[in-house]
């Protein structure tokens, strides 16, 4: 059961009297735990979602606290739970008195699951997170919108797909961002704030969804849970936010900021007009600002060029044009071994290539004859041939305009956005909305860190996957928030805490912290009193700074 038992012996002169000790794995669980309840998220859960004690003797909050605690307790489990996670757990201290590890099985555990999702996960998580995200005073003035996939090892219901009004998702085969194509996957979509990263709308999607299609479902079904709740002016994405149904569909309500698909043929012009006087700036970031009209809506476009995207786009474009370049010359090759019954004919045909040529050129090119004999075997002296054949020589070169050309415009992005006042809005504030873009990506690296566990998915029914990827969401969300109040409290207190390589900072991660507070043990003594072991003065100090509730998760009694 993972628990110790140490006998002692007490000298008493005649006798000795044993004494029994238990020791339990607290961790950074204390630290999950309290934020657990200072966010109410399992007095909400219990509110909202009907209590059905002749199925299960764990309410539902603390049955999905249960969960995050093991999703974010970083072993190598599968993130539904198991009783044995908790055997060498201070249960009753982490969930309350009266509940023990067998209680949290996979029956009573998968019933909560079907409950989560007979409520609809996606309104109950925003339910959950529009007050948490108002309690910890986030602005919640910007949503980055993204999505995922997780691979599936089952079948699910990849051979019977859902009715069309059905809203469960369809697990098969699609795009995968992992590169597992031979795998079923299912998507995650989220809307996450910027501030402290924590998800302000999730939803589950099926694993063969397009997201240029996914996202204007969200705006036009889904949206709406966090309009009037929380003061969102901007919703930000990356290239496939940007088409003409989704900046339509968003147009009427937000102002939204989106990367502009290269594959657009404006975007195309756009950059190809601005690249070389961007380029001649010589400048670590040169920007061009035009309008644009794309999809019937007005908005402002940023061309921007960077000295860092120059650097990578000499890297891929070298790489391309020597493909391409070899390319060619192995088709002009191939054309100079060609026949031609004329010259005409094989002038005509290398007039036809030149033109296909996109990264070389053709130089010091003839149209040679030889002749031909229709008569077997060497030819006699001074015979006459039959006729004569007629072949192109000549050489090919790179062209060095097209290289300049394509780092130039490789150097280049877009940025679009329908707020056309600067003064509301300046280039800065456009670029630096869009790098907090990365707030988003960092959540999906969390959930797909083998530390997490969560990128392959063992449940067999869809429901239950989609109310297992709203426990995923919420594990995000309590690591985000933790994270924010961890370093809120250091700034605050103007204090700091160690790093990895012993140095001092304001910011750590709470991947640190939580690794950082490994080793910390509850000795329970005699059944009557405890002790908590190995605490030192930095885990203490921030838990002064984190407040009582923290602190009493780590207090001896």
């Excluded at 982490?94 to 996979?106: E, K, P, V």
């Excluded at 469960?168 to 795998?183: A, E, V």
């Excluded at 195309?268 to 400048?283: D, R, T």
């Amino acid at each position: 059961m993972g628990v110790i038992v140490i006998s002692a012996h007490i000298d008493t002169g005649t006798m000795s009297a044993p004494q029994n000790y238990k020791s339990y794995t607290l961790d950074h669980h204390g630290l999950v735990a309290a934020l657990y309840d200072e966010l109410g998220i399992g007095t909400r859960l219990d509110q909202l979602i009907p209590q059905d004690f002749e199925q299960r003797n764990v309410s539902i909050g603390i049955a999905v606290k249960a969960m995050i605690i093991n999703g974010l307790g970083f072993v190598n489990r599968a993130l539904y739970l198991v009783p044995q996670f908790f055997q060498d757990k201070p249960i009753e201290q982490l969930l309350g008195a009266g509940i023990t590890a067998d209680q949290l099985n996979d029956d009573m555990l998968g019933r909560v699951l079907d409950s989560l999702y007979d409520y609809d996960v996606t309104t109950l998580y925003s339910q959950l997170a529009v007050p948490i995200v108002k309690q910890l005073g986030l602005d919640a003035k910007t949503g980055h919108i993204d999505s995922t996939s997780f691979h599936y090892d089952g079948r699910g219901n990849s051979d019977h797909p859902p009715d069309d009004d059905s809203d469960i998702i369809h697990i098969t085969k699609g795009y995968s961002r992992d590169h597992r194509p031979d795998l079923n996957q299912v998507s995650l979509q989220l809307i996450v704030e910027q501030q402290a990263g924590i998800p302000l709308l999730m939803r589950s999607i099926s694993g063969n969804s397009v997201d240029t299609k996914a996202f204007n479902e969200t705006f036009e079904g889904h949206i709406n849970q966090l309009k009037g709740e929380l003061p969102i002016t901007y919703i930000t994405g990356d290239a496939a936010l940007y088409t003409k149904d989704n900046i339509k569909s968003l147009s009427s309500d937000y102002y939204w900021i989106s990367r502009v698909p290269e594959s657009i043929a404006l975007a195309k012009k756009a950059i190809h007009s601005s690249a070389e006087g961007l380029a001649g700036q010589n400048q670590e970031r040169a920007i061009a600002c035009i309008t644009s009209d794309y999809g019937d809506v007005q908005q402002r476009w940023l061309v921007i060029h960077t000295q860092a995207g120059k650097e990578r786009a000499i890297e891929t474009v070298s790489k391309q044009l020597l493909k391409l370049t070899t390319e060619e010359q192995k088709t002009f090759k191939q054309l100079c071994r060609q026949r031609f019954a004329c010259e005409a004919d094989a002038i005509a045909a290398l007039n036809a290539f030149a033109k296909e040529l996109k990264v070389t050129e053709i130089f010091d090119f003839t149209v040679e004859n030889k002749p031909y004999y229709n008569t077997k075997g060497r030819p006699k002296k001074d015979q006459k041939p039959d006729g004569f054949h007629y072949f192109i020589a000549g050489q090919t070169a790179s062209l060095p305009s097209v290289y300049k050309q394509r780092v130039e415009c490789k150097s280049c992005f877009i940025l679009a956005t329908n707020q056309l006042d600067e003064t509301l809005l300046s280039d800065e504030e456009l670029i630096k909305n869009y790098e907090n873009q990365q707030k988003v990506e960092r959540g999906f690296r969390f959930m797909k860190d083998p530390f997490f566990h969560a990128s392959t998915l063992y449940l067999k029914s869809p429901k239950r996957i989609m109310a297992l990827m709203m426990i995923m969401t919420l594990c995000l969300l309590v690591y985000s928030a933790l994270e924010y109040r961890i370093r809120q409290a250091l700034e605050e207190a103007n204090e700091t805490f160690p790093n990895q390589v012993g140095k001092k900072t304001k910011k750590p991660t709470a991947r640190w912290v939580f690794q950082y507070f490994r080793g910390i043990h509850l000795l329970v003594i005699q059944e009557v009193s405890t002790m908590v072991l190995n605490l030192n003065e930095h885990h203490q100090r921030l838990l002064q700074l984190l407040g009582k509730s923290y602190e009493d998760f780590y207090s001896s009694g």
